[in-house]
């Protein structure tokens, strides 16, 4: 399959050519032309591994002063994992700036992860010299993303016939069922119609019949009822390995998503960890990469927004304690969403030390449920996953979105929360026009002889959208990857004020500020001991002298403030900044009475660099 954006884009650019081209670029207007037409894209498709990495190459192409392109290394079956990075590179190294990590489809059959990251880069490349929210964004902060992990999984589950949940795993050869081969009992499209679905086997003994429309096998549930019988089988598969069972040795080896090192278990993540040479390229890569502040791992199924949550405190509340608090936690929570349906509250009881990420964590995924609408925050699991290790192996913030969830929003007639064969069926009808259901039909299987197959949901419904569903997950999810990046810390300088003290001498005091909701430094980060703090720098005309004072914390009062401060002594003071926060730093300096300056500077590993000079009279 050969990719088609590019036919669509030479199309296109006939006609709006000389409309794109006339127009100032940056744009303020919600109906404006947002630069979407410059790289033409169809998000309604899922792309092989051979289209989705040449549309990465050609992106790249396109956008070279924002755009990267490398391998991070090799999968198990040869084929290379790319990664863009993008930034905008007239502002500095990508390596200079704090950036967010993202990546998509770790499981081989969550390739909407894959589509989730590819238009997160496209959406950023596209608008960059269209968008002001977006130029600034990439003026300050880096993106890594590698939009598919698993890739050799990923090309198997889009390229052939595959149920919905398989292939999962990376291509490790295992011997599942014990018999000294490996793989060697795999699902198989065995009529060739390019579908798997479901095998069943008359049996007058069976508990399943044909619904009424024909459409669907469906339980018994009167036993005496008197109508053809089924028996279900399993997937659609051969015997190949003759001995008597089907499908029992399929594809895959370890979930790559337990191979990590944080909370790794031999059960879950076998052999060892960073045992898959996929996992252990993206380590390795972030790793060497100390200035990635956040992650985010597209996942599906469930419509999750799952956040890192601190290290659990042992908790000794009895029940009736336990009971009592998650009543007053259910109380607040019904008091803040009448003025923010959004509110969220955890009852998670978390080590000490760790109150900043959990309060930053709870803010971030507010948001998060505001943008993505219908999805759900809850603090994530461990064992070897990547957004564990993210986290507490490298001090990031990391979230795990779990995508899509099935149609639920859409098929769930009477709201239970489940969706029925029959209310898949009317879905498919109304909302895809016919499109993914498989209506049962009879076969002769070599193995079985006469079957039945069918009634059952073609691939890309359940976990992984239609099509024409894509770009509506997509954009909304790359505009929570965007929000958080718009939230890395800022330290700025916001004032400097000048009081006389006696004599000669005068107080100064210089505000610095953090108005974003990340700390200039996760909690985590600071338990591991791997940060280095903010700086903030004294410098003066040769007539103003810096005087040594005690550091430490002081009450000041002048005539148009009233605050804490920290005393500082020295010409570079040291600090950290919570979210949405601000430290007064209050100097002494001597003047002979001669007109000056004073100038400050500051340095934060992820909040970058501000500076701000006040002029001071002569007397």
Known sequence: MQVKYIIASMLLTVSLCLTVNAQEKKQTQPGGYHGELDFVMSWKHYYSYNDWTKIMHDMQKKYPNLASIESIGKSRMGRDQYLLTITAKKTGKDTEKPAMWVDGAIHGNEVNGIMCSLYTAWYLLTRYEYDPYVYEMLNRTTFYILPGLNVDANASYVEFPNTENNPRETYRPEDNDGDGLYDEDQTEDVDGDGELTTMYKEDPNGMFKLSIDGRRFEMITDKAEKVMRFNRIGSEGFDNDGDGSINEDDLGGPDPNRNFPSDWNLQAGNPYPMSEPETRNVFEFQLAHPNIFASFHFHNTGRLIMFSRPPQARDSRTPEQVAQAKTRLDQQLAERRKENKYAQAFDYQFQKGYETDMETQTKIVEMGARILKNYRPTPSGGQGQAQASSYEMLGNYAYLIELWGSPVFAADKNDDGRITDEEYVEFVDIELNGEGWINPYQFNHPDLGEIWMGGSLKKHIGRTPP????????????????????????????????????????????????????????????????????KIFFNASGNIELLEISDGNTTISTNTSSAKAKSSGTKETEFLLRGEDSLRIRYLVKTNGAAGWIEFNTESVNGGKDNKRIEIDSK
């Open 467 to 534: 099509a024409r569903y894509i770009e509506m997950e997509a954009e909304k999810n790359a505009q929570f990857v965007m929000y958080c990046a718009s939230q890395f810390p800022k330290v700025e300088i916001e004032s400097i004020e000048v009081t006389p003290a006696v004599h000669n001498l005068l107080w100064v005091d210089v505000i610095v500020k953090n108005d974003k909701v990340y700390p200039t430094v996760s909690d985590r980060t600071i338990k591991l001991g791997d940060y280095v703090k903010d």
